[in-house]
T-cell receptor, first 113, second 113 residues
Framework: GENVEQHPSTLSVQEGDSAVIKCTYS??????FPWYKQELGKGPQLIID?????GEKKDQRIAVTLNKTAKHFSLHITETQPEDSAVYFC????????????FGGGTRLMVKP | KAGVTQTPRYLIKTRGQQVTLSCSPI?????VSWYQQTPGQGLQFLFE???????NKGNFPGRFSGRQFSNSRSEMNVSTLELGDSALYLC????????????FGDGTRLSIL
């Protein structure tokens, strides 16, 4: 089955700096890659997603890139703010496998004011 | 539009008991998936329901089961509870099968004593 690795497990940045979180996946049949942000006591919140026919997608301070050949995808957050502090999860979904998501292990992002 | 609603938010049970958790998807969403989140194993897929049929099942024992009703609301049941079943159980809904973003509820925190 699909396996998703996520790095780093923790990331500390100064407010205003950029943060990058990287994920790799194993199943070349995966075609949908969402990113979720989870705050304490809350469920994961979808922040951005990308499909395999697109190499990059941007939404204000957040961007995601996908390299299908290398089976890598990354989340980029620019101009980080303290409210960006949370745990971030990447995930992959295999084509024709319904809505089953395989998640990475998560990255705890801390933005220091 | 109301989000995914999970009840109850917190539950305490003892070993050997059984438990039923409830999930009301976003209005109009027909696919409901369940995930287990623990510090050790992360987010793991339990099963997915679409149009009252189980479409996918993760690698969990038969003690974990679920169902979906005609109004798309879903329940999951865990029988003969074990200490290791202590976790945050998350429900996610999406419009249709495949290629649609999933949105999560805030989960039910189950503690086994």
């Amino acid at each position: 089955g699909e396996n998703v690795e996520q790095h780093p497990s923790t990331l500390s940045v100064q407010e205003g700096d950029s943060a990058v979180i990287k994920c790799t996946y194993s199943d070349s049949a995966s075609n949908y890659f969402p990113w979720y942000k989870q705050e304490l006591g809350k469920g994961p919140q979808l922040i951005i997603d990308i499909r395999s026919n697109v190499g990059e997608k941007k939404d204000q301070r957040i961007a995601v890139t996908l390299n299908k050949t290398a089976k890598h995808f990354s989340l980029h957050i620019t101009e980080t703010q303290p409210e960006d502090s949370a745990v971030y999860f990447c995930a992959a979904r295999v084509n024709n496998a319904g809505n089953m998501l395989t998640f990475g292990g998560g990255t705890r992002l801390m933005v220091k004011p | 539009k109301a989000g995914v609603t999970q009840t109850p938010r917190y539950l305490i049970k003892t070993r050997g008991q059984q438990v039923t958790l409830s999930c009301s998807p976003i209005s109009g969403h027909r696919s409901v998936s369940w995930y287990q989140q623990t510090p050790g194993q992360g987010l793991q897929f339990l099963f997915e329901y679409f149009s009252e049929t189980q479409r996918n099942k993760g690698n969990f024992p038969g003690r974990f089961s679920g169902r979906q009703f005609s109004n798309s609301r879903s329940e999951m049941n865990v029988s003969t509870l074990e200490l290791g079943d202590s976790a945050l159980y998350l429900c996610a809904s999406s419009l249709e099968q495949g290629d649609q973003p999933q949105h999560f509820g805030d989960g039910t925190r189950l503690s086994i004593l």
